[in-house]
């Protein structure tokens, strides 16, 4: 498979003014993948899996794919194979997975909580529970999803610890550092990392149409949003015919993302 999208004919750059920016969210979440070699690719959400078989049909072609089940999935969402249990945690603990998760909550130095909001105690929101995030983030690459990137959800501390940030992982030590690596977030305004000298995040790209202002409004501590940060790369023709007549064609990639522009 050509490591090109869509081979030959995809070179073509298709028009900003015809990509959605749940299309430029897609291809985000694809470049999460890019270069992560043969591991199992865990993405959580409809865009996240979109952008996995994006990744799989494209640039990626040596991606394991999960429906987060017991199910290997192909680039076009077929059975591909059966993963039990017991492979998937060697995959897990071996630090052949790369996840891509949600957050309820997410700080700067990529702390995530998935459990609750509010004092511990007396909690003023029950959500899912801690599940596997420690495990994750200390065994794997981890990249987070974010729909709508606000200051309820990018906070300056979260109230839990779920999945380890870099503070949290450096207070623990070396056993905790050792796999530890939060790779990327993307939410619906933009792309973001943690590669600064004391990992806070950082801005990489935002979506065309959103502005360094309207991004730091959005989020509930001091972002590091550069005089020159660039566009999110721009899908190829072949990108957009995958996701639009392959990956996508019900269109359910507008409605996770609230069918904005």
Same mark, same amino acid.
């Given at each position: 498979m050509s490591g090109e999208p869509g081979g030959a004919a995809a070179r073509t750059i298709a028009p900003a003014g015809q990509v959605s920016r749940a299309e430029y969210c897609v291809v985000a979440?694809? #470049?999460?993948?890019?270069?992560? &070699?043969?591991?199992?690719?865990?993405?959580?959400?409809?865009? /996240?899996?979109?952008?996995?078989?994006?990744?799989?049909? =494209?640039?990626?072609? #040596?991606?394991?794919?999960?429906?987060?089940?017991?199910?290997?999935?192909?680039?076009?969402?077929?059975?591909? &194979?059966? +993963? /039990?249990?017991?492979?998937?945690? @060697?995959?897990?603990?071996?630090?052949?997975?790369?996840?891509?998760?949600?957050?309820?909550?997410?700080?700067?130095?990529?702390?995530q909580n998935i459990s609750c909001v509010g004092d511990w105690e007396r909690p003023t929101r029950q959500l899912l529970g801690v599940r596997g995030a420690p495990v994750n983030t200390l065994n794997h690459p981890v990249s987070y999803w974010i729909p709508r990137h606000s200051a309820r959800v990018f906070v300056p501390r979260v109230d839990l610890v779920c999945g380890v940030g870099y503070d949290s992982a450096r207070a623990a030590g070396p056993s905790a550092t050792r796999f530890h690596r939060i790779h990327r977030v993307v939410s619906d305004l933009?792309? $973001?990392? $943690?590669? @600064?000298?004391?990992?806070?995040?950082? =801005?990489?790209?935002?979506?065309?149409?959103? =502005?360094?202002?309207?991004?730091? #409004?959005? @989020?509930? $501590? /001091?972002?590091?949003?550069?005089?020159?940060?660039?566009?999110?790369?721009?899908? =190829?023709?072949?990108? +957009? #015919?995958?996701?639009?007549?392959?990956?996508? /064609?019900? &269109?359910?990639r507008d409605r996770a993302l609230g069918a904005r522009p």
């Amino acid at each position: 498979m050509s490591g090109e999208p869509g081979g030959a004919a995809a070179r073509t750059i298709a028009p900003a003014g015809q990509v959605s920016r749940a299309e430029y969210c897609v291809v985000a979440c694809a #470049e999460v993948w890019r270069g992560a &070699g043969e591991v199992l690719a865990s993405p959580i959400g409809a865009i /996240p899996a979109m952008g996995a078989r994006l990744a799989r049909a =494209t640039f990626a072609p #040596e991606l394991l794919l999960t429906d987060g089940e017991a199910r290997l999935l192909d680039a076009g969402g077929g059975t591909e &194979g059966w +993963l /039990p249990y017991r492979r998937h945690l @060697t995959l897990v603990t071996g630090g052949r997975r790369h996840v891509m998760m949600g957050a309820s909550q997410l700080d700067r130095h990529g702390n995530q909580n998935i459990s609750c909001v509010g004092d511990w105690e007396r909690p003023t929101r029950q959500l899912l529970g801690v599940r596997g995030a420690p495990v994750n983030t200390l065994n794997h690459p981890v990249s987070y999803w974010i729909p709508r990137h606000s200051a309820r959800v990018f906070v300056p501390r979260v109230d839990l610890v779920c999945g380890v940030g870099y503070d949290s992982a450096r207070a623990a030590g070396p056993s905790a550092t050792r796999f530890h690596r939060i790779h990327r977030v993307v939410s619906d305004l933009g792309v $973001f990392d $943690f590669d @600064t000298p004391g990992h806070a995040m950082r =801005t990489l790209s935002l979506h065309p149409g959103v =502005t360094a202002a309207q991004v730091r #409004e959005a @989020t509930g $501590f /001091p972002l590091d949003v550069p005089d020159d940060v660039p566009c999110t790369r721009e899908p =190829t023709a072949g990108e +957009l #015919e995958l996701i639009r007549g392959v990956i996508d /064609p019900q &269109g359910l990639r507008d409605r996770a993302l609230g069918a904005r522009p």
